[in-house]
């Protein structure tokens, strides 16, 4: 199979988190018979650096034109760069928000696992974490709270502000379309969470959830109320598979997930569209306090390169391939310095990508 991916390598460990990426990728090329096209785009500071605006509309269409997008991370350091001396419109975020926009991205996942090895950096009580976890957080990107009519006034002296939730029945139907279609790739069950007590979106989210989940009759589905599921997500977090949530909800919830993690430099993600087509990006920022020492994590990269095998391209075995090997570089006590424990090897961004390689 031909895969046409464009890489976007960024700012900060961008360039060295992909680059290990397009190794690990190469090898599963190697080996399962594909053919990897890639075209690196820029975006962020290093677009500004050479066209003076974050994004262009020829990187745009770039992206377009591929099957897929694979990004490092975009950014630098918020008080000393020249980037956010710029208006907001021309800083490196100004970029991603566009392409996003562009691409007409509206289901963001997130992905939390516990992997065993990693157990001592989890937060929760061990007797919690003993049980690992691995869920998905999917997280409608474009609609609700965030996107609705806003306006500050003032009546009678008094200031008032007002932000508007509004969810139609089809931007709540692609997005649990696409959870159920993810979870049939999992274990098969979706947790719909919704504030359905009290709020009218929340009811017809549930309302269309409950249709959708007719044509999927092997996956479990089960409403949690979001203030429920933020207690659950530190006191059983094992129970969760997939969670299906609006924009808001989403966007609390996917961040308490990945702090139970521990992990920063672990945290894969993807932004996908109502096709095949795709954003993967790893969670964690440009870290630009790092860059360039050879020491940043390229797992939350690589892992994200395999959320793209499975989810754009549809190639199951050659992601599990990829995710075997984040194991089992783990099991042979392979760290990087952010996920460094006593009794580990130190590697760096190169050599780890170089193990993983090696064992795909
Ligand atoms: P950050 O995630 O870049 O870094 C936070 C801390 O985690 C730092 O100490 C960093 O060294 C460490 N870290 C992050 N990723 C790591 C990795 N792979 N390996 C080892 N350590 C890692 O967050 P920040 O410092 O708040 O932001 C830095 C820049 O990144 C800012 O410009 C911010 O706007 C940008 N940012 C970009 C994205 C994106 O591209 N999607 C997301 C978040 C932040």
Redesign the pocket.
């Known amino acids: 199979m031909e895969l046409k991916i464009t890489c976007i390598p ?1 700012d ?2 961008g360039p060295e ?1 992909v680059a290990e990426a397009k190794k690990v990728l190469d090898a599963v090329a190697a080996k399962y018979g594909h053919v990897m096209r890639y075209t690196d785009i820029l975006m ?1 500071g290093a677009s500004i650096d050479v066209h003076g605006v974050p994004l262009t509309e020829e990187a745009v269409e770039t992206a377009k034109s591929a099957d897929a997008v694979l ?1 490092g ?6 008080t000393t760069s020249p980037w956010y001396k710029l208006p907001p419109n021309l800083r ?2 100004a970029g ?1 928000l566009a392409i996003r926009k562009a691409l007409n991205l509206f289901a963001n996942l997130r992905p939390a696992v516990l992997y065993e090895e990693l157990a001592g950096a989890c937060p929760l009580k061990k007797e919690i974490s003993a049980a690992g976890f691995d869920m998905m957080i999917m997280r409608e990107l474009t609609g609700g709270l965030y996107f609705g009519e806003r306006k500050t006034v003032e009546e009678n002296g008094v200031r008032k502000a007002i932000d508007t939730l509004t969810y139609d029945e089809n931007e709540i139907r692609r997005i649990a379309i696409k959870g159920f279609d993810i979870a049939r790739k999992r274990r098969k069950k979706v947790t719909s969470v919704d504030k359905a007590n009290v709020l009218d979106s929340s009811r017809l989210w549930r309302k269309v959830v409950e249709e959708v989940a007719k044509d999927y009759p092997d996956v479990a589905l089960e409403h949690m109320l979001v203030d429920n599921c933020a207690m659950q997500l530190v006191k059983d977090p094992a129970q969760f598979d997939v969670i299906l949530t609006e924009n808001m909800f989403g966007d609390i919830l996917s961040d308490e997930a990945s702090m139970v993690t521990g992990s ?2 672990m945290l894969a993600s993807a932004s996908l569209n109502d096709t095949k087509f795709g954003l993967y ?2 969670s ?7 860059a360039g020492k050879d ?4 797992i ?1 990269t690589i892992l994200s390169a395999s959320m793209m095998l499975r989810y754009s391209f549809d190639l199951d075995q050659e992601a599990d391939a990829i995710d075997n090997a984040v194991k089992s570089v783990l099991q042979a006590g392979f760290r ?3 996920i460094m424990s006593e009794g580990c090897q130190r590697v760096g961004c190169r050599q780890m990508g170089d193990l993983l390689t090696e064992r795909i």
Do not use: V
């Open positions: 960024g900060g460990i988190i962020g990004m991370s975009i950014g630098g350091d918020t490196p975020e991603l920063i430099g990006e790893p964690h920022g440009s870290a630009p306090d790092i020491i940043a994590n390229p939350a990087t310095a952010d």
